[in-house]
T-cell receptor
Framework: EAQVTQNPRYLITVTGKKLTVTCSQN?????MSWYRQDPGLGLRQIYY???????DKGDVPEGYKVSRKEKRNFPLILESPSPNQTSLYFC????????????FGPGTRLLVL | LAKTTQPISMDSYEGQEVNITCSHN???????ITWYQQFPSQGPRFIIQ???TKVTNEVASLFIPADRKSSTLSLPRVSLSDTAVYYC???????????FGTGTKLQVIP
């Protein structure tokens, strides 16, 4: 089944404790992206990647890192999480050939205390 | 990036056709217009995409006038399960940076 998976789905952590949210897709998509969603602010893009080893900032990249060492994986790294990074995070992927549509993962709900 | 403007919310009775219009005045030549549906605590789901004129699939139709400065998502005979937030996006060919607007919250009433 074609899908985007994220782990963990729920995470409670404390300020300053490094964490990684993994994202994996099995559709051989070149494009992958991370978004955060907060009440009243909609979906905001954090980082995106056009292909392996090619990443770029979205609208809200501060406090986040990403890497794209393999085509299928695009982890989101919070080196020193802060309470303002409490949010619902979505990973998405898409093909660069044909329609520019994105397939979203189920989301990761993060609480930083 | 083309900015999009949509109504914040809409109500509709079950069985009615719903039209949600999105304004994107500074759309570029190579931009596509894409609509997503999102249920609470779930990732957005692709509904339909178009470049110009009319596109129809099994769930919706998308109307794009010749100047492409707006688009209208049409949902035929909505049901309670269509209650969701609908996002209009203008996506550059080849992706790159993508900006979601605030979306339209559609409430379907029995």
């Amino acid at each position: 089944e074609a899908q985007v998976t994220q782990n963990p789905r729920y995470l409670i952590t404390v300020t300053g404790k490094k964490l990684t949210v993994t994202c994996s897709q099995n559709m051989n998509h070149e494009y992958m992206s991370w978004y955060r969603q907060d009440p009243g602010l909609g979906l905001r893009q954090i980082y995106y990647s056009m292909n392996v080893e090619v990443t770029d900032k979205g609208d809200v990249p501060e406090g986040y890192k990403v890497s794209r060492k393999e085509k299928r994986n695009f982890p989101l790294i919070l080196e020193s999480p802060s309470p303002n990074q409490t949010s619902l995070y979505f990973c998405a992927s898409g093909s660069l050939a044909g329609q520019e549509t994105q397939y979203f993962g189920p989301g990761t709900r993060l609480l930083v205390l | 990036l083309a900015k999009t403007t949509q109504p914040i919310s809409m109500d509709s009775y079950e069985g009615q056709e719903v039209n949600i219009t999105c304004s994107h005045n500074n759309i570029a030549t190579n931009d596509y217009i894409t609509w997503y549906q999102q249920f609470p605590s779930q990732g957005p789901r692709f509904i339909i995409q178009g470049y110009k004129t009319k596109v129809t699939n099994e769930v919706a139709s998308l109307f794009i006038p010749a100047d492409r400065k707006s688009s209208t998502l049409s949902l035929p005979r909505v049901s309670l399960s269509d209650t969701a937030v609908y996002y209009c996006l203008v996506v550059p060919q080849g992706y790159q940076k993508v900006t979601f607007g605030t979306g339209t919250k559609l409430q379907v009433i029995p």
